[in-house]
């Protein structure tokens, strides 16, 4: 029986695998396994989020407007004096306003990074680089801008009326307001991705495990125990399909019981108990998961590393 304190609010946890008996399964796995029904493009679709509805309706928008105004059916500007000056003023306006509004939008991007990296850890400033969403922004603004720099170039072409001339404001004009309408979407994304859930899931993605291990620490040292309990969820969750995708691996699996033991081992030295029960918690869930997998060499890179970890507990917390 594990001693902690009954303070931390989590009860004690028997470890049962110490003897290195292990519960056995109710049934074995089938030898013939059904063929997996998921369904790719659905589980895709799913994934989707309000921004990516968002973005995928502006799109078809743009090109039936576009395929509109190059086939001449319709014309978003029609405000021409015969030395289209007013075709000046407005390209001018547009390049101005659409470079303000971009430099507002990088501007907040980089105070929202600040801030998270006080938060989370300094690699939230590889995760905004590599961010699709401020890439976007920036293409998509950019083109607009030069759009209208060309413009402003072209203004004084003695072509004037060839059928490019004609079109060219029109085109202007979509990339003007695709601008516009692409910040909604954008500062939805901006503040989903703020959030410790989507930024941890990030990190497992590209299996940036320190990145994961910084955020922990910096959780246990402000107490933000459910922002630990979130990550450990997300941690858990990876580690079952790297774990069972490696066809139980020791190997893969000792990458992860050595993650938990850092992390109860750092908990237990800022005598946080109940950041020591969530890292034990989490080695004992993957005992048991890997038992029920049948990987048995992985369960038992797992529950040495429980048993490590309580004798650390013993040391530290006392019985």
Request: with cysteine; aromatic share 10%; charged share 15%.
């Amino acid at each position: 029986m594990l001693g902690l304190p009954e303070s931390t609010g989590y009860p004690a946890i028997i470890i049962l695998t110490i003897s290195g008996s292990y519960p056995s399964p109710q049934r074995p796995p089938p030898a013939n396994p059904p063929k997996s029904t998921r369904r790719p493009l659905l589980d895709w679709a799913r994934a989707w989020r309000l921004e990516h509805w968002w973005i995928a309706v502006l799109a078809v928008a743009f090109v039936v407007v576009a395929v509109a105004c190059l086939d001449g059916r319709v014309h978003l500007y029609s405000g021409d004096v015969g030395d289209g000056a007013n075709r000046l003023v407005l390209y001018s306006t547009i390049a101005e306003a659409l470079a303000a509004l971009l430099a507002l939008l990088v501007t907040a991007t980089l105070v929202a990074t600040q801030l998270a990296t006080q938060t989370f850890t300094p690699r939230v400033v590889r995760y905004r680089i590599r961010d699709p969403w401020l890439w976007g922004a920036i293409v998509v603004f950019s083109l607009g801008i030069l759009s209208s720099l060309v413009g402003i170039a072209r203004s004084g072409s003695l072509h004037f009326h060839t059928a490019w001339q004609q079109r060219q404001p029109d085109l202007v004009l979509m990339l003007a307001l695709a601008s516009l309408a692409y910040t909604g979407p954008f500062t939805l994304a901006m503040l989903r991705s703020m959030e410790s859930q989507s930024f941890i899931a990030w990190l497992l993605k590209i299996r940036e495990y320190q990145g994961v291990e910084d955020f922990m620490r910096n959780a246990i040292n402000q107490g933000l125990s459910g922002e630990l309990g979130i990550a450990i969820l997300l941690l858990r969750l990876h580690a079952h399909a790297a774990i069972a995708t490696a066809q139980g691996n020791p190997g893969s699996a000792t990458t992860f019981a050595k993650f938990g033991v850092r992390l109860g081992r750092y908990a237990a030295t800022k005598k946080d108990p109940e950041s020591f029960g969530l890292a034990l918690s989490y080695l004992t869930f993957m005992t048991t998961d890997c038992t029920h997998m049948m990987f048995r060499a992985a369960a038992d890179v797992f529950n040495e590393a429980v048993v490590n970890l309580h004798t650390i507990a013993e040391e530290t917390f006392g019985r």
